[in-house]
């Protein structure tokens, strides 16, 4: 029986993201309808549609050998794991994401030190209390199940929420406070999975080809057939290609 290296995959909104990026890998990423455990083309990974908050504390406790999540996710559940490689890839684009703290466009809230005493909604609890515990500010924050953007001013003072383009908070008339953290999506581990010499290269392996896939996404490659001594010239047109 083949070993098998389990792999979580995220599911929701980075699901489109990570299967591009997995079938420009070379893998087999197709998605059967109405399921959790899938194959993507490799006899010894299998892989396990789940939730991109329940990757790193699966993986933390072993049920996970690999995972993809996000910085937000690994902060948000304090889970102790090994990051491989940052992808470096969002929901619509190859960039980092961002939490932040919004309020609407017309709040008296002007600055952070103003949300002292104040109700903040979102789905990041900890990520929340951790940012105000070092700013000194005493706020009461309330688990949002979606839609936090909605929430103020009848819900809520503030929001802390994910924000790729702004676009969603403009369109419900909210106002950026400050940035909570930058997060992209990170390949992470199970550290004792590290210490198992076959888990191990393994793992190297799948990290190659993600990381080469993103890098992928990024350039361009150009053959030319054209003489030796027109090659300068050419360059000269084409600057980005001269590496």
């Not at 030190?113 to 929340?128: A, F, H, P, Q, R």
């Not at 700013?135 to 924000?163: C, M, N, Q, Y």
């Not at 999506?185 to 999975?193: D, E, F, G």
Request: aromatic share 6%; with cysteine; net charge positive.
């Amino acid at each position: 029986m083949l070993p098998k290296l389990k792999l979580g995959i995220p599911k929701g909104s980075l699901q489109e993201r990570t299967i591009e990026i997995l079938e420009a890998a070379g893998f087999d990423a197709n998605i059967p309808d109405r399921t959790y455990a899938f194959s993507i083309g490799d006899p010894e990974i299998e892989c396990f549609l789940l939730r991109p908050q329940e990757i790193p504390k699966y993986i933390e406790e072993g049920k996970l050998d690999l995972g993809i999540s996000g910085d937000d996710c690994i902060t948000e559940t304090k889970a102790k794991v090994r990051e491989i490689c940052d992808l470096e890839y969002a929901k619509k684009k190859i960039t980092k994401v961002k939490w932040v703290l919004a309020v609407p466009e017309n709040s008296e809230i002007k600055s952070v030190k103003d949300l002292e005493g104040k109700t903040i909604s979102t789905e990041m609890v900890n990520l929340v209390k951790d940012y105000l515990k070092k700013h000194k500010i005493k706020a009461k924050i309330e688990f949002s199940w979606g839609g936090t953007e909605v929430k103020p001013p009848r819900f809520a003072d503030a929001i802390a929420d994910l924000t790729e383009t702004g676009a969603s908070l403009r369109a419900h008339n909210l106002k950026i406070l400050d940035t909570i953290l930058e997060s992209s999506t990170k390949l992470i581990a199970n550290r004792s999975a590290l210490r198992d010499p076959w888990k191990k290269e393994k793992i190297r392996a799948i990290a190659i080809l993600l990381k080469g896939a993103v890098e992928g996404k990024e350039t361009v490659s150009l053959m030319l057939h054209v003489r030796e001594s027109k090659l300068k010239e050419i360059l000269r047109v084409l600057p980005r290609f001269k590496k």
